[in-house]
Nanobody, 114 residues
Framework: QVQFVESGGDLVQPGGSLRLSCTVS????????IGWYRQPPGKYREQVGT???????VLAEPVMGRFRIFRENNKNTVWLQMNDLKPEDTAVYYC????????WGQGTQVTVSS
């Protein structure tokens, strides 16, 4: 079974921080690169960053230096630490394999607004 469950989204002021979690089905977590994605209002979904099974990360330029991805192997969980949030970070955030599988979760809403 392929499953991605995201949580942790919230309303936060500009400059604030949030930590999102993604619980992944074990068979996917242990064998795939995992990515965080986001879909801003009225826009296409875009990749935020990825983490390999070995913990190596790549982040998209708009979030570089502000976001961090890390994984907790004993919990099949990937985290997205978001700092210095900006209004343009407002989006529904998803996790999936990278490249993505046809098994999107419900996502978690992040709203950055004063």
């Amino acid at each position: 079974q392929v499953q991605f469950v995201e949580s942790g989204g919230d309303l936060v002021q500009p400059g604030g921080s949030l930590r999102l979690s993604c619980t992944v089905s074990r068979n996917i977590f242990s064998t795939n690169v995992i990515g965080w994605y986001r879909q801003p209002p009225g826009k296409y979904r875009e990749q935020v960053g990825t983490i390999t099974t070995g913990g190596r990360t790549v982040l998209a330029e708009p979030v570089m230096g502000r976001f961090r991805i890390f994984r907790e192997n004993n919990k099949n969980t990937v985290w997205l630490q978001m700092n210095d949030l900006k209004p343009e970070d407002t989006a529904v955030y998803y996790c999936n394999a990278a490249p993505a599988l046809d098994a999107w979760g419900q996502g978690t809403q992040v709203t950055v607004s004063s």
